[in-house]
């Protein structure tokens, strides 16, 4: 079932590297690794997360985000969802159409409701996905083409549903080993000519398939694991990133890219990094 919640709002995305205007983020307070549901936090499992110092670091980031003209929306925390401060995988918003996901894993649901209630009090329209599991760290957009990672979290049919509701794009259903949890984890669209890829997460027919429509910047198996592909474009070749994924840093300047370095270490012991943080509404 699609529910459509409708009013006129100002909602556009039509990439992942146009200049950021409005986001979504929820702070860390209740951050915790209650469930280990990827590589990263089975490392971290036992240390667990330090939500004083998550909570710093995301403030940091929200107030570079600020610095460079975005308006920051803020969902409230909830001690029932210690992962909700990855918002980016509750909702998606494509051209001027915005989707709440559908979670597939149970620590994750209830986040969605959250900002779809977040929503209807704005009277922002959205559509609620709700048949099939689709989250949005498999979205990636450029344009009228938009690859959906097929993975634990995402499945075939919410795809054919994504591209039956949106006739008009191009959606290119993208396979990769779902070890990695969310195709943001291992690619990534800088510009309209640049990626980030981790090549390792897929079959060589993927990879052949992407460079065939980007110039590709691999990233080391020691950096996609320290989130070197999540970086996230606010525009104007401007790139959030963590100092410690040097030479992510070094081959995006190489190509032109300014990076904006923030220590995100803390967080990133969960799985996710800035991209994963932030649900962009309004892209210019």
């Not at 803020?74 to 996901?101: A, C, M, W, Y």
């Amino acid at each position: 079932m699609v529910k459509t919640v409708s009013n006129k709002s100002n909602v556009q995305c039509q990439s992942e590297y146009g200049i950021l205007k409005q986001v979504v983020l929820c702070e860390p307070k209740y951050m915790e690794i209650k469930e280990v549901i990827n590589d990263v936090q089975k490392k971290y499992e036992d240390d667990n997360i330090d939500q004083e110092l998550a909570v710093k670091q995301h403030r940091n980031f929200e107030q570079a985000l600020r610095n460079a003209g975005v308006e920051i929306i803020k969902l409230p925390p909830s001690k029932d969802h210690p992962e909700q401060v990855f918002t980016r995988d509750i909702g998606f918003t494509i051209g001027n159409h915005l989707f709440v996901s559908e979670m597939a894993n149970p620590i994750r649901q209830g986040e969605e409701e959250v900002l779809a209630q977040w929503l209807n009090n704005n009277k922002i329209a959205y559509k609620n996905l709700s048949l099939h599991s689709i989250e949005g760290g498999d979205v990636i957009v450029d344009g009228n083409r938009v690859f959906v990672g097929i993975s634990d979290r995402t499945c075939k049919k919410a795809i054919q549903n994504l591209q039956k509701e949106l006739p008009d794009y191009e959606i290119i259903p993208i396979p990769f080993n779902p070890k990695y949890l969310h195709l943001d984890c291992v690619f990534n669209i800088l510009s309209s000519e640049d990626a980030l890829i981790f090549p390792e997460a897929f079959e060589p027919k993927i990879v052949n398939l992407l460079s065939s429509m980007y110039h590709l910047i691999e990233v080391s198996e020691s950096e996609q694991f320290s989130m070197g592909t999540n970086v996230l474009s606010i525009g104007q070749n401007r790139v959030l990133s963590l100092p410690v994924n040097r030479d992510v840093n070094y081959q995006m300047k190489q190509h032109g890219y300014e990076v904006l370095e923030i220590d995100f270490s803390e967080i990133i012991k969960s799985g996710g990094s800035f991209r994963c943080c932030s649900m962009p509404i309004l892209r210019q």
